[in-house]
């Protein structure tokens, strides 16, 4: 993993933009675009003429068509912003019109998969730099977007070992536009790290969510009433898109079932030392837990005081 | 569970408030009674010197001791706030100077096990109100008070039989006054709640958080690094104070275990259809829980649209 120097990337400045998929993400991503000026059309694809309509009258599309085969003619950069499940089919419509010199980028919460989905439909290997925005809320569609979403999240682009040097430049550069703190890793890394800071949280929150959701109407009521606390945190998660997550699932599946069988492991200590009364037990890791609560407040601390220190035109080697 | 008028109590105004504990909770209740003048004195109770030291410094309490027994000499008010395992001995500790009138109520996040614990050491069970503010922070300690801790979040008091009706209605107004939504229930009740909106989501997030405390270091570094999204959550959940938590399991022993059962069984669920590759089955619950997440925000916009009613001095009957 490899940190970049903000300061130093040029602005970049696209022709035309096809966004495939223009919900939350690319929404968000054609708003900073729009909004700093970074190329001269946007160019919106989406199944539905709707949606189409709606990305144009929010002033994030210039123009849109529902076809991807349409959508990248001319383009010079594309950003696919489906959900995961559908990429290969995207890139396979969008194979025989696409400029041979556009750089195919994508916005996708895993990355093995979306790879090997892409790729055999590109002519060009080195123009493909899969990107991943660590950012979203639990709303989705182009009404949810918003030209903030990405600022001081993390940005990790997962290059293969053809992308070449200045598509990958160009993409970090778009990503540091949006306010992003870009890094690279490999796409492997990529997924074993998000199936335990992001895909296991959400399934265990979809988990205890349904879990209410099951539970007679009347109590129901009431847990939604006094859902303060723990609960509420949960239903957010719960709340993001289910076709996205859905995908995320079924084509992360090895890392994230290895990470769930940790967890259902530690779970099943804990579920012990309640029953037996081990206080000791708990109160053990429960101190342990709030060391890393301690730690996450520490590195979004250290980001801000990097951020200050670039804002005042510094370097911070700490990093 | 019976919701109260707000407008028609009276503002309740104390002689002597002894606060038992005075960590968040008590510490912001003590900051409520402080700012509103409703009570003439109130006296901390702490086992830490440095503790009474600090509460008297930030102006939440006009003295301190460390023994239960001294605090509530002449108070008509005494507020248990220590770790729920603590309570019995507190109330044993203070038994034979407690002024015969004196009204106790508690903030513990369990009930029936409190009053188990408690009511053994009263001289009189008419005043006893057992209460639990459903609000809190990570932090713990006076420090972390604030007097708006409680606006807007509900308080439910659990009283029993024999409860006198003035001493429940004078901590039921003390509570309003701190903006609470004051509801009444059996503690039965109140802890089968609890275990599933509160109690097992805690768990849950201790046990994420200790399986990424017990990753190799370099690993550990880059999930905090990336922690944006769901596990940043977890995280924050999993710093609530560690004693009172494992108190917390130990007391709600029965309703942890039952909400866990179910958890897991319909973890098991979906793990298996994540390893077997059946989306609909994923799709289907993601669906399910974003209704849910809709059903807690149309539980708080309707507070905040009774709360808007009734500051305009009408009433909303659809409460």
Not at 305 to 313: I, L
Request: net charge negative; aromatic share 6%.
């Amino acid at each position: 993993m490899t940190d970049i120097d903000y300061a130093q990337l040029p602005v970049p400045k696209f022709h035309r933009v096809a966004m495939i998929g223009i919900g939350l993400i690319n929404g968000s991503l054609a708003k900073v675009i729009k909004g700093k000026g970074l190329a001269d059309e946007i160019v919106a694809c989406s199944r539905r003429e709707s949606t189409i309509a709606r990305a144009i009258e929010l002033g994030i599309a210039d123009r849109g068509v529902t076809d991807p085969a349409e959508a990248v003619i001319g383009a010079d950069l594309v950003v696919i912003g489906t959900p995961v499940g559908a990429v290969g089919k995207v890139a396979k419509a969008m194979t025989s019109t696409l400029d041979r010199n556009a750089i195919i980028t994508d916005v996708g919460s895993i990355k093995t998969k979306v790879i090997d989905d892409v790729l055999p439909h590109l002519p060009f290997r080195g123009r493909l730099v899969p990107g991943h925005p660590v950012a979203g809320t639990e709303n989705s569609g182009p009404d949810a977007a918003f030209d903030t979403l990405f600022v001081g999240r993390h940005c990790i682009l997962t290059p293969i070992a053809e992308t070449d040097q200045d598509a990958l430049a160009k993409v970090k550069a778009l990503w540091q536009a949006a306010g992003s703190r870009v890094s690279t890793m490999t796409a492997e890394h990529h997924d074993r790290v998000l199936a335990i800071t992001s895909h296991l949280p959400h399934l265990i929150a979809y988990t205890i969510v349904g879990t209410v959701a099951d539970l007679e109407e009347h109590q129901q009521t009431e847990v939604l009433r006094y859902s303060a606390g723990g609960f509420t945190d949960f239903t957010r998660i719960a709340g993001s898109d289910p076709v996205m997550w859905r995908d995320i699932f079924l084509n992360n599946k090895e890392a994230v079932l290895e990470m769930l069988g940790r967890f259902s492991e530690d779970l099943s200590v804990l579920q012990r030392a309640i029953r037996w009364g081990d206080g000791e037990t708990l109160e053990s890791l429960f101190t342990r837990t709030r060391e890393v609560r301690r730690g996450v407040i520490a590195e979004g601390q250290a980001f801000q005081r990097q951020a200050a220190v670039e804002a005042a035109g510094g370097s911070d080697d700490r990093g």
